[in-house]
Every structure is written in structure tokens, then in C-alpha cells.
């Protein structure tokens, strides 16, 4: 079946440092892709997305481009801040259904 | 702001109690989701619901039941509350597939099964 895969954590970074988490799916066809960050405490919010291949998401300086030839949805940022350590979630959606497929997740840890 | 709210934020149950997680989503959304969350098993959907009194079976509904009478409002059941039910409940809603919509998550509620 369907299926997202996410490298395992702790990433541990310093602050300004480049941050990559790898992720890739296994699917019949080309999903939408997500990527949901957890801050402490909190539920799931949406990071950024992308629908077809080749499409790259960004927000708040995060950005993952939707690669069909590797099946993956890394996502960067080029200098992290404390703020940003958290939980990342990979998923993946067919279109005509909001049903979310997840990976297990990855934890940022950022120290100053 | 889309706000879904989870009733309770921490509960401690007994083996073999009946057990009701309420959510409530206040956006007007026709689809609405229960997930766990597990460390090292990331998010797996229990059960969702696509309209009010319509709910299907996610990946591991086993052991709950869910209940959707109005739209706003999506219920999980544990009939029998046992020790490997102990998890993160997370509740989500999104406007309707059709839409391309993304999920908004509740806080969650973190049960404790004893």
C-alpha cells in the first residue's frame, strides 16, 4: 500500500545552521505532498505543499520540491532558528480525498 | 481563523471504561478525522467522516466507534477502554475533497489508560 517514509531523529542542529529532512513515499501514480510541523504542545499545521511533480513549496523559509524520478519530498531550510524545533510530518493525499497518509515524523532540536 | 477544539487536553481512564473524546470544529468543514499518535508510528486515522451521520473505517479502527450528529461536532468512542489505547488523540477537520483543502488539527487530548 501507500506509504511515506521520513528519516529517523533527533535532528539536532545550531542555530543558522542548513537544515535537510529527507523524505520519500511509496505510491502507484503522483500524490499531492505535505509537509505539517508540531510545535510543543500543539496539533499539526500545514508547512507547505505541492500538488504535481516538479512543483516546489515554500513557506517561512522551509521549501521541498516534488521529485517523481527519486519519489521525494526533502524538506530545507537554509538557517534555522530555536523557534523552529519541532516535529515535521511527510504525507501524502490523492486528489478526491482528504485522507492523509503520514511518515512517523521527525523532531528538530535547535540550540542557540 | 479555522478553530477546532478538543475537549479535554490531558484524561485518565480505567481499564474497561467507556470513554468519549469530543471535538468541535468551528469552519463549517464537511470532512472531520480522528487520528492517533504514537511515537515511532507517526499519525494513523482511525476513523473519519465525510458528512454529518456518515463515517468510514481509517487503518486501525478497531476498539473505537465514532459518532457524528451534527457537522460541527465528531465524537470517539472507546466502548471498552484498554492499556494499549493509552496515545495521543489528535482531531482534524478540512472543508471537503473536492476542494483540495488542507487539514486543521486540534491540540489533542492525551488519554491514559490504566
Known amino acids: 500500500g501507500d506509504s511515506v517514509t521520513q528519516m529517523e531523529g533527533p535532528v539536532t542542529l545550531s542555530e543558522e545552521a542548513f537544515l535537510t529532512i529527507n523524505c520519500t513515499y511509496t505510491a502507484t501514480g503522483y500524490p499531492s505532498l505535505f509537509w505539517y510541523v508540531q510545535y510543543p504542545g500543539e496539533g499539526l499545521q500545514l508547512l507547505l505543499k505541492a500538488t504535481k511533480a516538479d512543483d516546489k513549496g515554500s513557506n517561512k523559509g522551509f521549501e521541498a520540491t516534488y521529485r517523481k524520478e527519486t519519489t521525494s519530498f526533502h524538506l530545507e531550510k537554509g538557517s534555522v532558528q530555536v523557534s523552529d524545533s519541532a516535529v515535521y510530518f511527510c504525507a501524502l493525499k490523492w486528489h478526491g480525498t482528504d485522507k492523509l497518509i503520514f511518515g512517523t515524523g521527525t523532531r528538530l532540536q535547535v540550540f542557540p | 481563523d479555522v478553530k477546532v477544539t478538543q475537549s479535554s487536553r490531558y484524561l485518565v481512564k480505567r481499564t474497561g471504561e467507556k470513554v468519549f473524546l469530543e471535538c468541535v470544529q468551528d469552519m463549517d468543514h464537511e470532512n472531520m478525522f480522528w487520528y492517533r499518535q504514537d511515537p515511532g508510528l507517526g499519525l494513523r486515522l482511525i476513523y473519519f467522516?465525510?458528512?454529518?451521520?456518515?463515517?468510514e473505517k481509517g487503518d486501525i479502527p478497531e476498539g473505537y466507534s465514532v459518532s457524528r450528529e451534527k457537522k460541527e461536532r465528531f465524537s470517539l468512542i472507546l466502548e471498552s477502554a484498554s492499556t494499549n489505547q493509552t496515545s495521543m488523540y489528535l482531531c482534524?477537520?478540512?472543508?471537503?475533497?473536492?476542494?483540495?483543502?488542507?487539514?486543521?488539527f486540534g491540540n489533542g487530548t492525551r488519554l491514559t489508560v490504566t
Open positions: 467522516s465525510y458528512d454529518v451521520k456518515m463515517k
Open positions: 482534524a477537520s478540512s472543508y471537503g475533497a473536492g476542494y483540495n483543502s488542507p487539514l486543521h
